[in-house]
């Protein structure tokens, strides 16, 4: 059995003159949570329309499951679920009838149909509500309903487009951590997202796409590792703390110190533990009201690698 769950090769997509996909080459591994990121107009949902067989590439191979998406379509829709940016729930039925409904079209025996429903009720909190109709829900409740209809067919690998757009901070937490259980499970989760957060927090992976290409590929600390951005935020107690500390660092040899004096805070490049000892000990502690450090984040890596057009 194949290792990936997931793989692309020179991928190429126009629209008229104007290309979407450049040469893109993926590996996706099997139960892993892979996240694409990139700005907007970058090509994060044309990849996902191709690789779930919505599209045709202009050139190139992708396969899922290890089945070519192309000349083997069918074999490829049998084993994906997708949620896209965009509830796909009939408003008018309840919870419990949407699930059932999938189940139908799945072509689920009306025993097995209720029993998956039942369960994916209570996985996602839903039970309570689920002889409401749909239209009652809150954002929320849809994307975890949404969600749960496309586990109705047990599908190994599951593309979401951007699922949390729109929701509150406790509902992007729940449906995050109905991923995590996912994945536990063995499921590979193919993740497009503008919340830089979201991939840092379930991505096994990131890749960043920006014109089409891949412009970096590794584990969240990798990205983070490669990008400079460290630095020690002081905020002192009055301004004549404030230039005798930034004294102290230029005298010190400590380059690229920035001040602002209405914050009175004192921004310091670091490289390591040992830059930060290094300007902490040229400062007085009678002086100091607060310090923090700054590590770089993926914020950080998508605007360095994207030129900061989000």
Not at 279 to 298: G, I, K, M, Q, R
Request: proline share 4%; charged share 25%.
């Amino acid at each position: 059995m194949s290792t990936e769950a997931i793989t692309a090769a020179g991928l190429t997509l126009s629209f008229g003159e104007r290309k979407v996909l450049d040469g893109l080459d993926l590996h996706v591994p099997v139960g892993s949570v892979f996240a694409l990121l990139g700005p907007n107009g970058a090509g994060k949902t044309t990849t996902v329309r191709i690789l779930t067989t919505l599209l045709l590439p202009d050139s190139g191979t992708a396969a899922v499951g290890g089945h070519d998406v192309v000349s083997q379509a069918d074999d490829v829709r049998a084993r994906i679920g997708v949620t896209g940016q965009f509830s796909a729930i009939d408003e008018l039925l309840t919870g419990a009838e949407n699930l059932r409904l999938m189940g139908d079209l799945l072509h689920l025996r009306r025993a097995e149909r209720d029993r998956r429903a039942a369960d994916l009720l209570r996985r996602f909190d839903l039970v309570e509500a689920a002889h409401r109709p749909a239209s009652t829900y809150s954002g929320g409740m849809k994307r975890r309903l949404d969600l749960a209809m496309t586990l109705m067919g047990r599908p190994p690998v599951i593309f979401l487009d951007e699922p949390t757009t729109g929701l509150d901070p406790r509902s992007r937490r729940d449906l995050w951590q109905g991923v995590r259980e996912l994945v536990a499970g063995g499921v590979t989760v193919f993740l497009t997202t503008q919340y830089l957060e979201e991939a840092d927090a379930l991505a096994d992976r990131v890749a960043v796409l920006d014109h089409g290409r891949i412009v970096a590929d590794g584990t969240p600390a990798q990205l983070k590792r490669g990008i400079p951005g460290g630095h020690l935020n002081v905020v002192l107690t009055d301004r004549a703390a404030l230039d005798a500390a930034a004294a102290a660092l230029s005298d010190a040899g400590h380059g690229g110190v920035e001040t602002d004096p209405d914050a009175l805070e004192l921004r310091v490049p670091t490289d390591g533990l040992g830059a930060v000892r290094a300007a902490l000990s040229h400062l007085d502690d009678a002086s100091v009201e607060t310090f923090s450090l700054h590590t770089p984040d993926l914020d950080d890596v998508f605007l360095a690698l994207t030129g900061g057009s989000r």
